[in-house]
């Protein structure tokens, strides 16, 4: 038989392994939560920088068009 104080260390040394493997899971549970949040955070501010150049089309767009001159800048550009 082994004596008792060996038989002791072994379930303590199991509970700390069981307590070790339990602490590691929870911490990459919350490592992959933090990454879901961030890319959520990302695609809102994705969202919110679109809706203002969409409003901000909408609402310039006429009068950019009328502020250019197309046929000056066609020729600029082709070189005549």
Do not use: C, F
């Not at 959520?40 to 203002?52: G, P």
Request: proline share 1%; hydrophobic share 50%.
């Amino acid at each position: 038989m082994e004596p008792e104080s060996n038989r002791a260390d072994r379930s303590e040394g199991g509970m700390i392994a069981r307590l070790r493997a339990i602490y590691l899971r929870g911490k990459e549970r919350i490592v992959a939560l933090r990454r879901a949040q961030t890319m959520a955070e990302y695609a809102l501010i994705l969202a919110a920088v679109a809706a203002v150049v969409y409003v901000a089309y909408h609402t310039m767009g006429g009068d950019v068009n009328n502020m250019v001159i197309w046929t000056i800048i066609a020729g600029d550009l082709t070189g005549s």
